[in-house]
């Protein structure tokens, strides 16, 4: 019994000579994302290195002190009280607007290596190589094989994500008038409905401060993302600034934006409140915008471990649609738009509010948990050639996701994330006729009689998680899981109870199961290698599934499936002055939606509806290369740096037909197997350079070129490729505790005709052109820091 009890108590004086450790996590102020590599200096001057998730554990006595840096950001000194508790060590960014996007940027490239994703990170400083306006001159530019399109001079955007476009068409095959397949987020907030379809109509991309863009089917992490993620970050209050802004912007075409934006930031709090004004006349026929923006953010941070954000935005905008071109009035350069557009008064009106809250608390050291609740409302009314709707939607959900660590052994740590989102809308849809107005036989026409009045219910919800085992070597596996569910449910509320319509429709489409599987090897801290299996869904829309001549469910009816492999590589070469990405990646998209014709007997189409008969391969190989060419304190030139990307799309149907009628009324199946798949350019090449001065002066040069594009799905119709060269240069100076801003640019030095969009398989109207001329503008930032 003694050796025991002496054996115990030697072992509680070993232990008791162990020293105590204290452990916590370095990580970014504003976005709370972890900082690999940050340095930890003690008193005793030894160094310690946070690992990859930004985590550290040291010895500890009470009293040590530490000094935290980490490139880039302020460095800190702190004293530990209790060597037991989690310390969360929150680093500001250096105030320096140039070197702390650089810096920003460098961060991120570091943590994309450990990704077995093709992701694509624009910052603001890209987001703003032009006007900092429109997104899509953003995206286009600085993302490869992922275009973004819109119908007006700020309305109707839409993505294209490698290939993979919209939902049904007027001839089988891609709807040009919503946006389909792919999850866009605003500040954690989704902005694609509870039924799938985007509009972005209400969104001030002019307040966005960073755009990540996950290509290829995203669905272990956001559900129905059959074609990609797209997530919007607006800026956000700074620490410890007080600051009022102005900004001006004018251009060509009647282009005005005023920009107002106050900031005030502690060290736990952050308010920053953004009112935007926009008009510009357009370039052709009714193509007038104008738009009202309110954006409110106020972040809180009550203690060490948790962060508290809140989201208002508030939008009025009105969009005039000058409709699409016919081949002959583009080849013409004839851009008086579309008579029956015009006649229609066609346009695009959006009220909304949206709101956001979100808390995100650390737990422990290996836990953590982010929420956000959301809700928005939006009265919207619509018309084009067709005729006349008005939408008034309520959204509302949750999106709660768990981040979990754990040290398995020394050198093997697992890491994974576990949440749901859930999502609800509420809409009343109504459409009317538009018929000659009495008063005014000249004008526009007005509303005439309802053709349909549905009441929509959607819900949609998602259970997911993904895990990565990280092994020695930087190698690492990772999995992840989820499943879907949406709903839809339609009351007509016209109905007729003397006809054989259904006034209800129930659909319901249930545990559709999103894999995401991938290997990922980092050489050296310096380039990585992956490979990746993953898949996901898009569901029908209302309008898909209910048959409305007759009334009847579209039975048999199932999602679309999308599966990708892909094998990538992503660098920071030559002492991180060279970043790429690479990926080739064959993506198919299977039971594509397609129009199926129903004769009347008469020669004509009784109805048409949707049914599964397609599919799309797409194999494509996409580049993006970044070089920090030169940096130096003096000089005239302080940094140099160079960009380009390249994307090759050999995307082709296959098994693809849809069935019409001839002109003598009988059906007709078209046959697109084995063609070009529409409005992909097969290479498509993006390069500039970015410099800056030590004397405050900056600009930019930009070349887009893109080829030719078929824009009918037989091939027989192809839009002619086009080079476009756009310039801006500024010039920044600080006097006091003012800064301004000022700068000119001009897009289509030229005079290239090219177009904003393509309309497919939509003859005799096919384009949506950007102007033809040179396109000027300019403007000056005013800053005050109190």
Known sequence: MIKYYLAFLGFLVGFSMFPQQVKGIVQDAETTSPLRGASIRTTAGEIYITKENGQFSIPCETGLELQVSFVGYEPIDLKVSDCSKFLTISLRTAIDDLEEVQLSGLLHRQQTLEKPVSVVHVEKYELERGTGIFLDDAINTNVPGVTMNRRGVSSGQQFNIRGYGNGIGFRGATNNFDGQGYKVYYNNIPITDAEGVTLMDDIDFASLGQVDVVKGPAGSLYG????????????????????????????????????????HGTGRTGLL??????TSDGFMSHNASQKDYVNAIFDFRPNDDQVISTYFGYSNSYDERGGELTIEQYENQDYSGNARYIKNNAHSEVTA??????????FNSWLQNATTVFGSGRSTNASSAGGWTDKDPINYGIRSAFDFHFDVAETISLNGIAGLEFQQQHANSLSYRMVEDPENPEGYNITGAIRSNQAIQSKTNTLFTEWTLAFPEDLSFTAGISTSNRSIDTEDRLYDPESDLNRDVHAQYEGLVAPHIAINKVFNEQFSVYAS?????????????????????????????????????????????????????????????????VPAGDGTTAYTYVANGGELD???????????????????FSNIDIFTNMTYSDFEYGNYRYQSLDGDGQPVTADYSGNMVAGVAPWVVNAGIDFQSNYGFYGNLTYNYRDAVAFTSDGENVADPYNLLNAKIGYRIDFGKFQLDAYVGANNLTGTQYYYMLFLNQLDDAYIPAPLDTVLYGGVSLNYQF
Not at 235 to 244: E, F, H, M, R, W
Not at 353 to 362: E, K, V
Not at 618 to 636: P, S
Request: charged content about 15%.
């Open 273 to 278: 409140v953004n009112y935007g004004h926009q």
């Open 353 to 362: 509010f949206r709101a956001g809250l979100s808390h995100s608390y650390q």
């Open 618 to 636: 797409n194999k494509g190989v996409e580049m993006l290369l970044k070089f920090y060419a030169y940096r130096a304190e003096t000089g005239f």
């Open 224 to 263: 129905f993302a059959i074609a990609g993620a797209i997530n919007l970050k607006t800026v956000k209050p700074q620490p410890n600034i007080t600051a009022l802004k102005q900004n001006v912007t004018i251009g060509n075409y009647g282009l005005a934006r005023f920009t107002t934006q106050f900031q």
């Open 533 to 597: 299996y993953s898949k996901a869904y898009n569901t029908p829309v209302s309008g898909n599934i209910v048959i409305a001549t007759t009334g009847e469910l579209n039975e048999g009816l199932q999602p679309e499936v999308g599966k990708q492999f892909e094998v990538g590589s992503k660098g920071n070469l030559f002492q991180d002055r060279l970043f790429y990405e690479l990926a080739v990646f064959q993506a198919k998209f299977q039971d594509k939606f397609t129009s199926v014709a």
